[in-house]
């Protein structure tokens, strides 16, 4: 069942939004997810990290960088779990990581994402994150956009899980 009160911030903060919108994969959309607005909102934070800390079983988080980290430290705050970053290349200065913090081998980690849409980002966390040693079976984003996500990752052992649907985001939205 949908998250409510997420949905009700998600809507206060006007992080959803509709018009035409290009998206990061190239496709357009009759709605847009704003990120930005909803991860620099206290009140979203706040119920984002408390709904992922009652989905959370793993000994460690990882967040996609950029858009995860804020989702990623206030839900390490609420666990008490450790996290580490995961960038889209490894840095061309300093250590040269992909993967920023603390992570052993066979290190079992979730993936904090902010929007799914076709997976990528995700996807590319979670390869990164395993060639470094982890064990990394689950991605938990806030919003599914239901445009292929699941099933990408799927093909890669991997379930994905969101605090809210597209479907649950759009139902009775005043556009």
Same mark, same amino acid.
């Given at each position: 069942?949908?998250?409510?009160?997420?949905?009700?911030?998600?809507?206060?903060?006007?992080?959803?939004?509709?018009?035409?919108?290009?998206?990061?994969?190239?496709?357009?959309?009759?709605?847009?997810?704003?990120?930005?607005?909803?991860?620099?909102?206290?009140?979203?934070?706040?119920?984002?990290?408390?709904?992922?800390?009652?989905?959370?079983?793993?000994?460690?988080?990882?967040?996609?960088? %950029?858009?995860?980290?804020?989702?990623?430290?206030?839900?390490?705050?609420?666990?008490?779990?450790?996290?580490?970053?995961?960038?889209?290349?490894?840095?061309?200065?300093?250590?040269?990581?992909?993967?920023?913090?603390?992570?052993?081998?066979?290190?079992?980690?979730?993936?904090?994402?902010?929007?799914?849409?076709?997976?990528?980002?995700? %996807?590319?966390?979670?390869?990164?994150?395993?060639?470094?040693?982890?064990?990394?079976?689950?991605?938990?984003?806030?919003?599914?956009?239901?445009?292929?996500?699941?099933?990408?990752?799927?093909?890669?052992?991997?379930? %994905?899980?969101?605090?809210?649907?597209?479907?649950? %985001?759009?139902?009775?939205?005043?556009?």
């Amino acid at each position: 069942m949908a998250n409510d009160e997420l949905i009700t911030a998600l809507r206060d903060a006007d992080a959803v939004k509709f018009g035409e919108f290009e998206l990061s994969h190239g496709g357009t959309s009759e709605y847009y997810v704003d990120k930005y607005l909803f991860e620099t909102d206290p009140h979203c934070l706040e119920l984002i990290a408390e709904a992922f800390a009652e989905k959370i079983h793993e000994s460690k988080l990882a967040g996609v960088a %950029l858009g995860a980290v804020p989702l990623v430290a206030v839900t390490s705050v609420e666990t008490d779990l450790p996290y580490v970053i995961a960038r889209k290349q490894a840095k061309e200065y300093g250590t040269g990581n992909r993967i920023e913090g603390r992570l052993s081998e066979g290190e079992e980690v979730v993936v904090l994402e902010d929007i799914a849409t076709t997976g990528k980002s995700a %996807l590319d966390a979670v390869e990164a994150l395993r060639e470094a040693g982890a064990v990394v079976n689950r991605v938990l984003v806030v919003v599914d956009r239901q445009e292929g996500a699941r099933e990408r990752l799927a093909e890669a052992d991997v379930e %994905l899980d969101a605090l809210v649907t597209a479907e649950d %985001l759009l139902a009775d939205a005043d556009r």
